[in-house]
């Protein structure tokens, strides 16, 4: 009996004891510690700088939804919009988040490579961890079809050229003033509130050339409309509609702009939590699904490092900041 005794209370003791151990374990290896051990173990929250809508939006509803799945995250995954000043506000406030892989931020370029340089901001890309690259999206000059401007060769022929561009300090300014620059030809640039008024303006012939993502320009270069002049791409794009663009860089003018995006996690993130987010995003990116939504959005999948998307963003800093001066 003495010992039937023993054996209950021994059994009781231990079933009390195993709970409270993996409370512990838990509190150690789940959100806020230090190691993946059960990471992921609750939501993880994807911030866009963005309202909703629109392509960054949609970017962190594709990896959200198929990130969800057990073969990936496996956990709920939510979108928080969080618009304002070019990107800037969010991007301050993701600063703050606790480094334990929970909150991811999607980045646009130009708020690392243009903003700080026309507003204070009180961030550098070293206070984040670039954990994987989204999608390019890139910036293509047209002409109107009664411009005469065919190529590159009619711009320098000219006089004077003005060309439009949607937003003050934007890529779509900067890509045109850096390659007229280069070309030594007088050029003026005119802005616009947005792309449509921009394109409104060149195909009413009050500019003469613009820029404009494919998304915003291709439909008009089809139709007959406009005409592709060049692309701001290292390489020529291999989609169907657009491998025949030449890109500014064969034709002699080595100008290099685009609007790439990709997710950040706060400095300071583990790294093994770090090395779990990246490896799955990776796998993320790389699926049928995610690549047709980029097909559907005329937007082209994009792979890099952590160090070549850093590198990559301090080359594109160090050149806007001298362009923004000029």
């Given amino acids: 009996m003495k010992n039937l005794k023993k054996v209950l209370a021994l059994s009781l003791s231990l079933s009390l004891a195993l709970p409270l151990a993996a409370c512990g374990d838990q509190g150690e290896t789940g959100k806020g510690g230090g190691s993946t051990g059960s990471y992921p173990s609750s939501t993880i929250t994807v911030v866009c700088p963005w309202d909703a809508g629109g392509t960054s939006d949609g970017l962190c509803r594709i990896v959200s939804e198929i990130g969800a799945r057990d073969e990936y995250f496996g956990v709920n995954m939510v979108v928080q919009n969080s618009g304002g000043a070019g990107g800037t506000v969010a991007t301050t406030e993701f600063k703050n988040a606790a480094p334990d892989g929970y909150t991811l931020c999607q980045e646009a370029i130009g708020v690392f490579t243009l903003q700080p340089f026309v507003r204070e901001v009180s961030y550098t890309i070293d206070d984040f961890i670039p954990v994987a690259a989204l999608s390019n999206e890139p910036i293509i000059m047209i002409a109107g079809k009664d411009s005469g401007i065919t190529s590159v060769d009619d711009l320098l022929e000219m006089d004077s050229v003005t060309y439009g561009f949607s937003g003050s300090g934007s890529l779509m300014e900067l890509s045109q003033k850096q390659f007229f620059g280069m070309a030594g030809v007088e050029a003026t640039g005119i802005s616009y509130d947005g792309s449509s008024p921009t ?128």
Avoid at 292 to 319: H, K, S, Y
Wanted: proline content about 5%.
């Fill in 199 to 326: 394109i409104a303006a060149l195909l009413g012939g009050h500019i003469d050339v613009c820029t404009g993502h494919p998304g915003e320009v291709m439909q008009y270069v089809e139709s007959g409309d406009a005409v592709a002049i060049g692309i701001f791409n290292d390489e020529r794009d291999p989609r169907e509609n657009l491998k025949d663009i030449p890109t500014f860089k064969e034709m002699g003018y080595d100008v290099t702009m685009s609007v790439w995006k990709f997710l950040m996690l706060p400095a300071g993130t583990p790294e093994d939590v770090v090395t779990k987010v990246t490896e799955t995003l990776t796998a993320i990116t790389g699926t049928d699904e995610y690549k047709e939504f980029c097909d559907a959005n005329q937007l082209l999948p994009l792979t890099m490092t952590t160090e070549e998307m850093v590198e990559r963003i301090n080359e594109e800093a160090a050149v806007n900041q001298e362009l923004l001066a000029g």
